[in-house]
């Protein structure tokens, strides 16, 4: 399986990942605020659909290098935080969020999680994206967040962030079609 994201159309990417975890422990790894701030972002969320979303993302906490933050994010270094609302909830297997952050109306991420073999399928679809720029950005970021929680499930160092990060923002910047 390929780790790449997918460009579905020009406003929608999808990762695929399988994952060392049960659908429970994954499910987890997405809902608890504990959890999620070890690989993405830590807030409150009401997983009921219009319920609120809170994503607080330190991404220096995420490293098991320490690496100087990047120009670009030197802004939210001390910390970004977004807000959004659950779009689908169905527990263990389904959720949905909006997604703070691009330009204009909000985008929009679903989490897919089913069991296959000995651990759990992820399907990570964000649908909205405004522009090629944001879709750049984003699968770049997500491609670096899944490689935490991965790692992290696994019971391994998920080695630097921002270094990481930038490698995959310009692999992507190469292969995602311009518009």
């Not at 770049?140 to 160092?157: D, F, K, M, S």
Request: net charge negative.
């Amino acid at each position: 399986m390929n780790d790449y994201g997918v460009v579905l159309d020009p406003t929608t990417l999808r990762f695929t990942r399988r994952l060392p975890a049960s659908v429970q422990e994954v499910w987890a790894w997405l809902t608890e605020s504990d959890k999620r701030g070890r690989w993405l972002a830590s807030g409150d969320m009401e997983l009921t659909e219009g319920g609120g979303v809170t994503l607080r993302f330190l991404h220096a906490d995420l490293s098991s290098v320490r690496e100087p933050t990047p120009e670009a994010y030197k802004p939210f270094e001390e910390g970004l935080t977004t807000q959004g609302l659950i779009t689908r909830c169905e527990p263990p297997h389904l959720l949905g969020y909006t997604w703070g952050g691009s330009a204009g109306s909000p985008s929009e991420v679903i989490f897919e999680v089913s069991q296959e073999d000995d651990g759990a399928l992820l399907v990570l679809t964000h649908r909205k994206l405004a522009s090629r720029d944001d879709m750049v950005d984003v699968a770049g970021g997500w491609h670096t967040h899944l490689n935490v929680l991965a790692a992290r499930l696994a019971g391994r160092e998920p080695g630097p962030f921002w270094s990481a990060n930038a490698a995959w923002e310009a692999d992507y910047q190469r292969r995602i079609p311009h518009r």
